[in-house]
């Protein structure tokens, strides 16, 4: 049970396996620790709400980003397919002045759009990467087209959403929140959840345990549907405005805190926690860095060595886990 | 056999397109120069040459920003105003290589009038002044590229519509201000001369005011969203937003807006984007100044025009930019509310 290779001493051996499993909470404590010593502005609870209020729309999308390339597949549409749904779902509200309609006509969309990803993907085996970036020019141009390029404006209501609060808690946390559960649930407890770790780990296996994956495959993307049509909604409502040429790269946004957050891209690999973590962990950084007043260019520079030293180092935590098992079982 | 009669069928065909395609070709004349007869559609303005329709192309830098796709709009119903005027345009998606691509297209397809949009005036520049080798009537048009003889320009001076929002603001930003500055996307030439305007306008006539922070959100009301959100935790005192366009200024306004320590920001955009006009109307944005796509392109179609029916042979204007602030935000309301964009 307890392996004994290193220097046979069981409680070093705990204590580093809890380091393997936990690393990616790990980073993130000691950014917070860090930062709260940095800026005396950083521990606040305006500035921790601020920072999770900011990471919602993305965490969302970070979420379907996940479950997708556990599956071995990718979604580079999300950006556009968000703005299409956001400015489709603000149209909405404003005809007819129901805000649940609008959410749900901005779910729909997203659905929509992913299951035209998912028949591609699956029916006509264009691989998911052309596939979703041939969404990704879709979608965009179809936010543009039905806006003629302005922005919506006088949205009313519709803010409410992104702005508003209950009990002191702004909505998007709280949806941040519901979501989470819900997602971590289906990824856990769920066959649906399992098949995507057996379909993205080992596709011939999958089948062979008689996994319907193309019925699997149908589902996570209309997840990820559900998720970025929300996101869509969350999104301009913060903003208060319907913009065709919103959330403009938060596809590439998301990809990274999934894998920062320990998504494996060779499929098989993720969870739903580290990828909230690797969420607070990017926007920890922008936060801090904005609160510093860092100049934007040098702050792109130093986001892109934190993200790779962050892989760099749950790779290689990972790799000493495996190595450990392979020598555990064969001794 | 069958595939004999299959071959001989399809040689026949081949040749027969040929003399006819050729045939056509040669008893129509060249489709400039006025001579041909042929044309018997009945549009009527032109004045000694019968019926020539000009085609012009609009090379528009990109029509994903708010601003750039009203141009577009607007080049398309001041074009519609001229029966003899078929308009083209082009997207280049805020992309160089892609523009200059499309500038050569519209040469080789002997288009009679280019105007052109630079996304960079000096990545465009080799490739405008192809267009002027070319005999072609060009226009460079918001922005205006200097130097190239003649090419005839249309534009706003980014320097003055900075300027006029900054020149009020050296009387209205209260003493030993705190201000945060919003800037487009970097080495843009209109973000880049609307900053130099307020930095020689205001900044060196106000020498107490500090700037807190300064950043790029790239003209776009999300990015400016998230830094102002950051920013107001950083700093519990900002007297002004100085933001070099209205949908970075809305953006930064909106984390501030219903918060009573911000109550009495003073904020400055540029464009006179329709929310703009909306946010001086309820009292929470300060100026801007009013960049008109319905002006450039009415000037732009008219100048083209008086260029291909040879009338004048260069041309340069530059489009006025109004302040708009309290006092005249009405007539600025009811023109969105006119363009539909305001209801």
Known sequence: ?331 | MVKRVLSLILTTVLLGAMLVACGGGSSSSSSSGGSSSADSSSSSSSSDSTQKTYRVAFIARAQADSFAAWLANEMRAAASQYPDITLDVFDSQANDDRENSLIENAIANKYDGIIVQANNAEAQRPYIEQIVKAGIPAIATNPKVDGIEGLSTIDADPYEQGAVNAREAVNQIPENANVVVLMGPPSNFHSDERRRAWEEEFFAKRPDVTILAEDHANWNKDEAMWLMEDWVIAHDKIDAIISMNDNMAAGALEVVKDDPRFQDILVYGVDGTAEAVLLIKEGKMTSTSLQSAIDLAKLNMEAIYKLMTGEEKEIHEAVPAPLINASNVDEYIELFKSLGQIQ
């Open chain 1, 1 to 331: 049970m307890i392996s004994l290779k290193r220097n046979g001493n069981p409680l070093l051996d705990r204590n580093s396996r809890f380091m393997e499993k936990y690393s990616i909470f790990i980073i993130l404590v000691a950014m917070l620790i860090i930062c709260s010593l940095i800026n005396e502005n950083f521990l606040s609870v305006n500035n921790l709400t601020n920072v999770a209020r900011q990471l919602a729309v993305i965490t969302i999308l970070a979420y379907g980003a996940m479950m997708l390339i556990i599956a071995g597949q990718i979604d580079l549409s999300v950006g556009s397919v968000l703005a299409l749904a956001g400015v489709l779902s603000v149209s909405f509200y404003k005809s007819t002045g129901s805000l649940l309609g609008a959410v749900i006509v901005g779910i729909l969309v997203g659905v929509a759009c992913n299951i035209v990803n998912a028949v591609m993907v699956t029916n006509f085996k264009v691989p998911a990467f052309i596939a979703t970036l041939a969404m990704m020019t879709m979608a965009r141009g179809a936010a543009l087209l039905y806006t003629k390029g302005q922005n919506i404006l006088q949205l009313g209501d519709y803010v409410v959403i992104g702005q508003g609060a209950v009990m002191g808690i702004p909505i998007p946390i709280l949806i941040l929140v519901v979501v989470t559960v819900i997602i971590w649930y289906i990824l856990r407890h769920t066959r649906h959840g399992r098949s995507l770790y057996a379909i993205g780990g080992n596709m011939e296996a999958a089948i062979a345990s008689g996994i319907n994956v193309k019925r699997e495959l149908y589902k996570v993307y209309i997840i990820n549907g559900v998720l970025v049509g929300l996101a869509g909604v969350v999104f301009m409502s913060r903003v208060n405005a319907g913009l065709p040429n919103g959330a403009v790269g938060y596809e590439l946004e998301a990809i990274t805190a999934a894998i920062v957050g320990g998504t494996s891209f060779s499929g098989g690999i993720g969870t739903t926690m580290g990828t909230l973590a690797g969420s607070f962990i990017i926007g920890t950084l922008n936060n801090i860095m904005n609160l510093s007043g860092i100049d934007s260019y040098v702050q792109q520079i130093v986001k892109g060595v934190i993200i790779a030293l962050a892989v760099i180092y749950d790779i290689r935590s990972k790799n000493k886990k495996t190595r450990k098992l392979i020598i555990k079982n064969e001794g």
